[in-house]
C-alpha cells in the first residue's frame, strides 16, 4: 500500500503557483519522498526528490516538515501545460520498486 | 540521448489471448521494471528485472511473466488474457545516482482485451 495521503484534486490558476500537499507521517529514517506527474497518457515523469532539507531544481521545489511527516511540491508559475496527476512517493533510496497511490489531479485554470 | 521505448503503441487483443510487449530501456541501464495502470488507478508494480535476473515481483497471477535479455531490452508476455487486463503497461529503466536509484518511464503501452 502507498504510504502517503493527497488531496484528489486541486485547482490553481496559470501563473500562480501551485502548492500540493502530501502527508508521510510513517516515513522512516532512511526513507526518501519523491514526486512524479503523469501528464495525460504518458508515462511518469520524475519532479524531484529529497530526505530532509528542502529542495529546488528547474521544475519545482520540495519542502519536507522538520519532523518529515509532511511535504509541499511548489510549481513556482503553474502553466496550462502543468496539468496532470501529482504522486508522492515514499521510498528507501535503494529500493526500485515505485508504490503508487491515486495522487492529485492538478487542474490549471487560464 | 533516446528515452525508455515501448512497442506496440496501441494493441487490441481478444479474451484468451497471449500478448508480448516490449521496452528498450535507456542506453546504460541495466535495470527495467513493468508497471500495470488501469483507468483511475495510479500504475502498479509487476516486476523489475535487473541484469537478467528477476529481482521483485507483484502481486499479480501467474498469467504473466517477464525477461530480460542481454542487451537490458525486457519483454512481458499475458497469457490467456482477461477483460480486467486492459491497461496502460509501462516500462521503467533504472540508474544508480549515488545512493540513490532514479526510475525513468516509457510512454507505455495501451492493450485493450475485448
Known amino acids: 500500500d502507498a504510504k502517503t495521503t493527497q488531496p484528489p484534486s486541486m485547482d490553481c490558476a496559470e501563473g500562480r503557483a501551485a502548492n500540493l500537499p502530501c502527508n508521510h507521517s510513517t516515513i522512516s529514517g532512511n526513507e526518501y519522498v519523491y514526486w512524479y506527474r503523469q501528464i495525460h497518457s504518458q508515462g511518469p515523469q520524475y519532479i524531484i526528490h529529497g530526505l530532509k532539507n528542502n529542495e529546488t531544481n528547474e521544475m519545482a521545489s520540495l519542502i519536507i516538515t522538520e519532523d518529515r511527516k509532511s511535504s509541499t511540491l511548489i510549481l513556482p508559475h503553474a502553466t496550462l501545460r502543468d496539468t496532470a496527476v501529482y504522486y508522492c512517493?515514499?521510498?528507501?533510496?535503494?529500493?526500485?520498486?515505485?508504490?503508487f497511490g491515486k495522487g492529485t489531479r492538478l487542474h490549471i485554470l487560464p | 540521448d533516446a528515452g525508455v521505448t515501448q512497442s506496440p503503441t496501441h494493441l487490441i487483443k481478444t479474451r484468451g489471448q497471449q500478448v508480448t510487449l516490449r521496452c528498450s530501456p535507456i542506453?546504460?541501464?541495466?535495470?527495467v521494471s513493468w508497471y500495470q495502470q488501469v483507468l483511475g488507478q495510479g500504475p502498479q508494480f509487476i516486476f523489475q528485472?535487473?541484469?537478467?535476473?528477476?529481482?521483485g515481483r507483484g502481486n499479480f497471477p501467474d498469467r504473466f511473466s517477464a525477461r530480460q535479455f542481454p542487451n537490458y531490452s525486457s519483454e512481458l508476455n499475458v497469457n490467456a488474457l482477461l477483460l480486467g487486463d486492459s491497461a496502460l503497461y509501462l516500462c521503467?529503466?533504472?540508474?544508480?545516482?549515488?545512493?540513490?536509484?532514479?526510475?525513468?518511464f516509457g510512454p507505455g503501452t495501451r492493450l485493450t482485451v475485448t
Open positions: 512517493i515514499v521510498r528507501h533510496f535503494r529500493d526500485d520498486k515505485i508504490i
Open positions: 542506453s546504460g541501464h541495466k535495470s
Open positions: 521503467a529503466s533504472t540508474v544508480r545516482t549515488g545512493e540513490a536509484y532514479e526510475q525513468y
Open positions: 528485472y535487473y541484469e537478467k535476473e528477476e529481482r
